[in-house]
């Protein structure tokens, strides 16, 4: 089984950026998704990005889309979630996932999860 990692979160104020950054320690299984999906407290986990490999399409959920890039670096094994203009309802743990995902938010399609890492906004 695939262990991920994520790793930059912390706290930044509302407008501010951040960069996520997930690593696989093994090979990513060809044509999986990379999603990106966060829990804020009291609230259900939600996607939010998922890029396919096998295409290149990305998805976002519409509460990030135009501010959320995720991106699959050089290394395949590795990939990013850059966040800009984030606003306080953007606060939550932050996980990534891989899976062979017919949807792109489908909790169940993914299989590898990361332990998450906390993203807290200020206003």
């Known amino acids: 089984q695939v262990r991920l990692a994520e790793s930059g979160g912390g706290s930044v104020q509302a407008g501010g950026s951040l960069r996520l950054s997930c690593k696989a320690s093994?090979?990513?299984?060809?044509?999986?998704?990379m999603g990106w999906f966060r829990q804020a407290p009291g609230q259900a986990r939600e996607g939010i990005a998922t890029?396919?490999?096998?295409?290149?399409?990305?998805y976002y959920r519409d509460s990030v889309k135009g501010r959320f890039t995720i991106s699959q670096g050089n290394a395949k094994n590795i990939w990013d979630l850059q966040m800009n203009s984030l606003k306080p309802e953007d606060t939550g743990t932050y996980y990534c996932?891989?899976?062979?995902?017919?949807?792109?938010?489908?909790?169940?399609?993914?299989?590898?999860w990361g332990q998450g890492t906390q993203v807290t906004v200020s206003s």
């Open positions: 996932a891989t899976g062979m995902c017919a949807a792109p938010y489908t909790i169940g399609d993914y299989n590898n």
């Open positions: 093994g090979s990513i299984e060809s044509g999986a998704c």
């Open positions: 890029l396919y490999t096998s295409s290149n399409i990305s």
